[in-house]
């Protein structure tokens, strides 16, 4: 055996650069199947984080729909999703300069532009083809008032002339036509809930191209989401009323839960067009569910109920937030595990090659070897309550550190905060981990996949439970002689963003600390943000104004002089979420008292980085950034950053 090289950590040499997380990638999005055609949305970083269109036939030819010019990607409240459409051979999208619907076929046809409407925007269609018209989901900016959320058509005879065809709830999702083109069922909700608090299944008649007697079936309370209708018109459709995300189906006027266990078969709900279960055949769903953070993908019959695991996807753990989609015995599904980045499937049950790949996310030409395995872990919080996460010990064949050292750890707090981290090989947290230092990816109180009760642990504890949690979680380890308690840092990103701050400022817990485009002030955030998002704050921290001494407490841009530790920061400068001023404003108190403090912003990225170049930059200006607070030396050359006052 050979024996390994001994170098403090953080200063081993690494088989994963930067450029290889980014070089080649690309993100994975939307899906569509047909009975002979799959088609998928990438994101690219090497083109600007542009998205586009890629189709590939039944004989496996793969080819882009989308001229280099378009950028496939709609704005519907600011996270978009459901930006494209097929139909036949026709495709349908929203381009991303103007926001307006085009026309193209799948045999790259130059694209037509359908609608000539500046101040809307369209996502999440589906064709009405009784009325050749196609039904989206609207947003009309004015630049003046709130935007405006409806129903709409578009007529495709007709100049893309657009009818309302309902409006008055301040957001809609999900439109769904019965199969025999007669009935209509969405999802609307109001402020100031967000559409994992409470929203309302609606159905309406379709008649003439007009709807007639909408009524809302169900919602009092839950979450309900993924109307689906089945090929014999039954709905169906997701509510957490169980206290789970379970599957129900709407008959003779009652509902009936079809997966009555402790699972959840939807992730938060902040892009159109998703849903996690769909019909393989007539009487079979194909879903996919999460219990304890890890996920699988099973077939449920929807006479006897029974729910059986895909031995051909066992060894999956994680699904994308594209979810799936099925047809004529075909599924198409975006997943990941440990050891293996996220790709695109298709699976056919009745073919010999039951499961193929079509498209990888990111080359992999990296040994299983030299990754770090996420071990999941739960422990008890400072406030006696329950936490998850996943750990990653530093893995490296090569290196190993002097005998009497222990790593540093970086936690990482997810966004949202209704969210959870992925425990799909992610090359941005082994090139960490394959340096030396260990990693705690934190599913704090507020996450996705363990319930309601746990989903709703964080209302009106934004800023006080996430911040136990990561402090408990960097305890744990330090109780069990896993890390240095003097090189502990935290990361995180939006809502991350601000319990990376907020446990700087709060604790005195970590020495370091990243935030990118992280809320430092929740006043700003709840007056400048986007309509989407609010009044989420009125459930995450207080109904604002009328709490508003909550917000002063919590904010962190308030309470600076309690803050000691070096912070970086990374803000994109046409992020229209959490505006560019929240890490300005940050950035100059904590340099004006001395903190040492680093700031970097990149022109033309919005909220979450997308081009390459800004990508590594932003990754190796961290790594630098912790060299130098942390006292290691990085094998890699990389370029110096400015910190104020180290």
């Known amino acids: 055996m050979t024996s390994k090289t001994i170098a403090p950590y953080g200063s081993w040499k690494s088989q994963i650069s930067p450029k290889s997380i980014v070089s080649d990638s690309i993100s994975l999005g939307e899906i569509f199947v047909s009975n002979e055609n799959i088609f998928w949305q990438e994101m690219r970083p090497s083109e600007g984080g542009r998205y586009t269109i890629m189709h590939q036939s039944m004989s496996g030819a793969k080819h882009e729909l989308i001229p280099k010019s378009y950028n496939v990607r709609t704005r519907v409240h600011e996270y978009g999703g459901g930006a494209f459409l097929i139909d036949e051979d026709n495709v349908y999208f929203s381009n991303f300069s103007d926001q307006q619907i085009y026309k193209t076929t799948i045999t790259g046809a130059k694209p037509f532009q359908i609608t000539n409407e500046p101040t809307f925007r369209f996502a999440n269609g589906i064709k009405d083809s009784k009325n050749d018209r196609i039904i989206y989901i609207a947003e009309k900016h004015d630049g003046k008032n709130e935007p405006v959320n409806s129903i709409v058509s578009v007529d495709l005879n007709n100049g893309g002339a657009i009818t309302t065809i309902t409006s008055g709830a301040d957001f809609y999702s999900s439109p769904v036509i019965s199969p025999d083109g007669v009935t209509l069922a969405w999802i609307q909700w109001n402020h100031p809930n967000m559409p994992w608090d409470s929203t309302e ?60 266990f402790d699972g959840e078969f939807a992730q938060a709900q902040w892009s159109l067009g998703v849903s996690f279960y769909d019909f393989i055949n007539d009487n079979q769903i194909i879903c996919a569910y999460n219990k304890s953070g890890f996920w699988k993908i099973g077939l449920l019959d929807t006479i006897t109920c029974d729910l059986n695991d895909i031995d051909t996807v066992a060894k999956f753990t994680e699904i994308n937030r594209s979810g799936l989609k099925a047809n004529n015995n075909r599924a198409l599904f975006t997943l990941g595990s440990p050891d293996t980045p996220y ?39 400072l406030a006696e309550k329950d936490c998850h996460a996943f750990y990653y010990p530093p893995h490296n064949t090569t ?248």
């Not at 695109?344 to 990111?362: D, G, H, R, V």
């Not at 994109?572 to 001023?581: A, M, Q, S, T």
Request: hydrophobic share 30%; charged share 20%; proline share 5%.
């Open 201 to 260: 299944l609606y159905i309406a008649d379709l008649e003439d191209g007009y709807i007639r007697n909408p009524r809302k079936l169900l919602g009092n309370g839950e979450s309900i989401c993924h109307p689906t209708w089945s090929p014999n018109g039954i709905l169906y459709y997701v509510s957490d009323v169980s206290g789970w995300w379970n599957i129900y189906k709407y008959e003779n006027g009652a509902s009936h839960n079809l997966t009555p």
């Open 343 to 381: 790709a695109l499937y298709l699976y056919q049950p009745n073919a010999l090659q039951k499961l193929k790949k079509i498209q990888e996310s990111t080359p992999n030409e990296i040994d299983a070897a030299h990754f770090s395995e996420p071990q999941a872990v739960s422990y008890t919080t």
């Open 399 to 646: 290196y190993e550190a002097p005998g009497s050292t222990k790593p540093p750890l970086i936690i990482l707090s997810h966004g949202g905060p209704t969210g959870a981290t992925s425990n799909t090989l992610d090359f941005s947290i082994q090139y960490w981990t394959n340096r030396g230092f260990a990693i705690l990816d934190v599913n704090y109180r507020g996450s996705t996949g363990y319930g309601t009760e746990y989903r709703k642990a964080l209302n009106g504890n934004w800023g006080i439970s996430d911040v136990d949690d990561c402090v408990s979680g960097g305890m744990y380890l330090v109780s069990k002689g896993l890390v240095d308690p003097e090189k502990i840092a935290i990361r995180g990103g939006s809502a991350g963003g601000f319990t990376t701050l907020a446990c700087l400022t709060f604790t005195d817990f970590f020495k370091a600390g990243a935030s990118y485009y992280g809320v430092s002030d929740l006043i700003g955030l709840a007056e400048e943000t986007h309509k989407f998002e609010s009044r989420y704050l009125d459930s995450m921290v207080g109904k604002y104004p009328e709490e508003i001494q909550k917000y002063i407490e919590r904010s962190p841009i308030n309470h600076t002089n309690n803050l000691s530790c070096p912070v970086i920061l990374f803000q994109g400068l046409e992020d229209k979420i959490v505006l560019p001023n929240q890490s300005q404003k940050m950035y100059s108190s904590l340099k004006s008292q001395g903190i040492p403090v680093s700031y970097m912003e990149f022109e033309n990225e919005q909220h979450g980085f997308r081009n390459s170049e800004n990508i590594i930059r932003s990754l190796e200006a961290e790594f630098y950034f912790y060299s130098r607070v942390f006292g290691y030396e990085p094998f890699d050359v990389i370029h110096p950053i400015d910190i104020e006052n180290l």
